[in-house]
């Protein structure tokens, strides 16, 4: 489902002028409502988060975004990664965190307050069988869109273009994921996951 573009952003020029001068291009025309999930694929470097930043700074978007635990543990690190919009997340019982999140972008949907979740649904930069559901469990009882944002190594291009509502028909939605993302090659492409759900 091909949402319209209602809520443009100003980002950096100097993120962008950086991108560019990196080699990569940015696409981005805009956001189809204020509230939604964000999920960015593939990830197999620690390279994605540079130019995830980057182009995060050049949109002008302000995301919320989960990332591990140990992560925020560390000095000056764990301070700068919440100011950025983390939460740490423990792996090992990070559904707990899903029905909190669908709470609070369903609040600040009743309160018209911007708020986009952003993750990756692969949860690491290693090859695993599947990727992670919480982004799809939060965009579909949220009832906020699901944006397709991709890091393409093969055009060098960032992009956040495709927008979809979920259908809550998890096999027609991941196919659906699965077509956008179609062509998209990560840095590492033997460590891309395959764009399907846990059973």
Known sequence: MSLPL?????????????LRRLGWQLKFDGLPRRQGVLIVYPHTSNWDFIYAILAKWGIGIHV????????????????????????????????????????????????DRFMWLALSPE?????????????YHVAR?????????????????V??????IL??????DMAQISATYSGVVGKRPAYTTPIQLKP
């Open 6 to 18: 209602t809520v443009p952003l100003q980002g950096s020029a100097l993120a962008r002028w950086m």
């Open 64 to 111: 919320t975004f989960w990332g591990k635990d140990t992560l925020f543990r560390v000095p000056l690190f764990g301070r700068w990664l919440r100011w950025l919009g983390g939460l740490p997340v423990n792996r090992h019982s990070a559904s707990g965190i899903v029905g909190p999140m669908v709470r609070e972008l369903v609040a600040a949907r009743a309160a």
């Open 123 to 135: 949860g690491t930069r290693s090859l695993k069988s599947s990727w992670r559901s919480g982004f």
């Open 141 to 157: 009882d949220a009832g906020v869109p699901l944006g397709l944002a991709y890091l393409d190594y093969g055009r060098r291009v």
């Open 159 to 164: 992009g956040i273009e495709h927008f979809m």
């Open 167 to 172: 259908s809550g028909d998890m096999r027609k």
